[in-house]
């Protein structure tokens, strides 16, 4: 059977090696079904073919059969006419058409075993072919799974270490920088004072002073 050969070839191939090999596991998946259903496709025309044959057998014996019940019959009328001539031509023929009868079923029997045999096959690979294609949704499933895990680790790892995280903290340390010197420049500008100034902030407090001290004054007169 040749033509089942590169089937069962594919059949026993080994998936994982496959995956090994392959560029893109998942396109190559999809040809390997695609290449499947190509192969079920001859195999389910191989299978009709047969069964073509068979059934031309088996309808050239029904053929034969009848023609040999008919010489018996016509043999039998000829008989009543008193032509044992035709008679014996008739049953001649009959006897011919058994001959072929009997060599048709054979043939039958042949074709019809073989188409059997092809169609158990046909439903093998169909079985095989389902499996594979439940597998080959799992497996791509799991590639792609990995595939994200991948590219996730790879983010991952040079995550802290990425120009830009470094530029992040770069500016994060400027800020912080900038703030600092905001407020030294603040505390300089409150204690750096002009001698006016501080000579109008000594005149101040003498003044307060004097108003307490008058106050206290007031409120002892008071009492005496």
């Not at 079904?33 to 079920?40: A, H, K, N, S």
């Not at 992040?168 to 800020?175: A, G, L, Q, S, Y």
């Amino acid at each position: 059977m040749g033509l089942f050969k590169r089937v069962s070839d594919n059949i026993r191939a080994n998936l994982n090696s496959l995956l090994d090999k392959a560029e893109d596991p998942e396109k190559m998946l999809d040809q390997y079904l695609r290449d499947m259903e190509e192969d079920i496709a001859d195999a389910e025309a191989a299978v009709a073919r047969q069964l073509a044959v068979a059934w031309k057998f088996r309808a050239q014996l029904s053929d034969s059969l009848a023609m040999a019940e008919k010489r018996d019959y016509q043999a039998l009328e000829a008989l009543k006419r008193n032509r044992e001539d035709l008679a014996r031509k008739a049953l001649e023929d009959k006897k011919l058409h058994r001959s072929k009868a009997e060599d048709y079923h054979r043939q039958y029997e042949v074709c019809n075993e073989a188409a059997g045999k092809l169609r158990s096959q046909l439903q093998e690979m169909k079985t095989e072919y389902e499996k594979l294609r439940f597998k080959r949704d799992d497996l791509v499933a799991r590639l792609q799974s990995a595939k994200a895990q991948k590219e996730i680790n790879e983010v991952k790892s040079g995550f802290g270490s990425s120009s830009a995280r470094w530029n992040f903290d770069r500016m994060v340390d400027k800020v912080l920088r900038m703030e600092a010197e905001a407020k030294a420049s603040g505390e300089l500008g409150r204690t750096d004072k002009s001698l006016d100034q501080e000579l109008e902030d000594l005149g101040s407090e003498e003044n307060d002073i004097e108003k307490e001290l008058a106050k206290l004054k007031e409120e002892l007169a008071k009492t005496e």
